[in-house]
């Protein structure tokens, strides 16, 4: 049971680059989401997602963007990276409802220089 | 407004002995749940313990438990018999059970940094 996986691990851009952040589930969980994590800030929501097809905003959407084409599947793209977008990413995973914890990956460390 | 707050950014505790991380929580919905999340240096986010807003019995979970005070909106983690490996970065976290988003959106406290000295 492999849990939340996330890829890459690592990532430097440039400004103004973009990418797609992965992360796949395999515990059929419907609500999955994005959280960011600035030093002294804890993590805060990106966006989230409570089925295939169904996103919407957190706390922090502006420069992401997510689609849910499928159960497992979650990437979240940056589409011009900016500085400001340098943290450690997070996705998470969760029953529908009733669940007690998130399930977290391991992260993604990325920097935009 | 803080949702969530963590007032020791930093804290030390000898091996063995016990420890009390605070947290307080803002609310207004009568269902949530408060949980505590353990990150070692290594990064990922190990789940330690949940207490849902309903519960009258504080929980506990294994060398973890969870002091509730619901009328002060307080949720301390107490780490009994502390071991060197307990040194992590320790996360307050609330989930408000919000029908739109299946109750799964979880807040975070800025965190409280543990070292356990030998």
């Known amino acids: 049971n492999a849990g939340v996986t996330q890829t890459p691990k690592f990532q430097v851009l440039k400004t103004g680059q973009s990418m797609t952040l992965q992360c796949a589930q395999d515990?059929?969980?419907?609500?999955m989401s994005w959280y960011r994590q600035d030093p002294g800030m804890g993590l805060r929501l990106i966006h989230y997602s409570v089925g295939a097809g169904i996103t919407d905003q957190g706390e922090v959407p502006n420069g992401y963007n997510v689609s849910r084409s499928t159960t497992e599947d979650f990437p979240l793209r940056l589409l011009s990276a900016a500085p400001s977008q340098t943290s450690v990413y997070f996705c998470?995973?969760?029953?529908?409802?009733?669940?007690?914890?998130?399930?977290f990956g391991q992260g993604t460390r990325l920097t935009v220089v | 407004a803080q949702k969530i707050t963590q007032t020791q950014p930093g804290m030390f505790v000898q091996e063995k002995e016990a420890v009390t991380l605070d947290c307080t929580y803002d609310t207004s919905d009568q269902s949530y749940g408060l949980f505590w999340y353990k990150q070692p240096s290594s990064g990922e986010m190990i789940f330690l313990i949940y207490?849902?807003?309903?519960?009258?019995q504080n929980a506990t979970e294994g060398r973890y438990s969870l002091n509730f005070q619901k009328a002060r909106k307080s949720a301390n983690l107490v780490i009994s018999a502390s071991q060197l490996g307990d040194s992590a970065m320790y996360f307050c976290?609330?989930?408000?059970?919000?029908?739109?988003?299946?109750?799964?959106?979880?807040?975070f406290g800025p965190g409280t940094r543990l070292s356990v000295l030998p």
């Open positions: 998470a995973s969760s029953f529908q409802m009733g669940g007690r914890e998130a399930f």
């Open positions: 207490q849902g807003s309903y519960d009258e």
């Open positions: 976290a609330m989930r408000e059970d919000h029908f739109d988003n299946y109750g799964q959106n979880f807040v």
């Open positions: 515990m059929n969980h419907e609500y």
